[in-house]
């Protein structure tokens, strides 16, 4: 029974969470590609052009100009889903971030669409089990 509730209440926090995922990701308007010598990372802290945290989207391209990651910033740090694609342009893995830190769901696939991992993150540690079954552990 126990274990029943803990299964319901993931689920209820997490689709709770949905709209503000979508909302963070899509909100910044400024894109900055990765590797812009305009952008510097100091102390875990992204900064563009100026000395004020970057708040927009660092984007990774591959030579062909397909997307590899986009990674969403705010006030400098981690925020939102940070999304990375193969060269065919499926997806990679979708990571979620909360100030920084590693939080709630990340999920990668192979290159084929099977799912390749899937953990769960609380203020930047393991929350649950690995993907063979094994209690996670810091």
């Not at 803990?6 to 400024?30: D, K, M």
């Not at 590899?68 to 979708?94: A, C, D, R, V």
């Not at 990340?106 to 209690?135: A, L, V």
Request: charged share 20%; hydrophobic share 30%.
């Amino acid at each position: 029974m126990r274990f029943c509730m803990y299964i319901l209440t993931g689920i209820i926090f997490f689709s709770c969470r949905e709209n503000e995922r979508a909302a963070t990701v899509h909100s910044s308007s400024v894109t900055v590609i990765a590797g812009d010598t305009a952008l510097h990372l100091v102390n875990g802290v992204w900064y563009y052009k100026k000395e004020d945290p970057f708040t927009g989207i660092i984007k990774e391209v591959y030579p062909d100009g397909k997307i590899k990651t986009l990674q969403p910033i705010q006030s400098g740090m981690q925020q939102g889903f940070t999304e990375t694609y193969y060269t065919n342009g499926s997806t990679e893995s979708k990571r979620w971030y909360t100030k920084g830190e590693k939080d709630s769901l990340h999920t990668g696939w192979w290159e084929n669409g099977n799912k390749k991992y899937e953990y769960h993150f609380s203020n930047g540690n393991y929350n649950g089990f690995s993907p063979n079954g094994i209690k996670a552990v810091k």
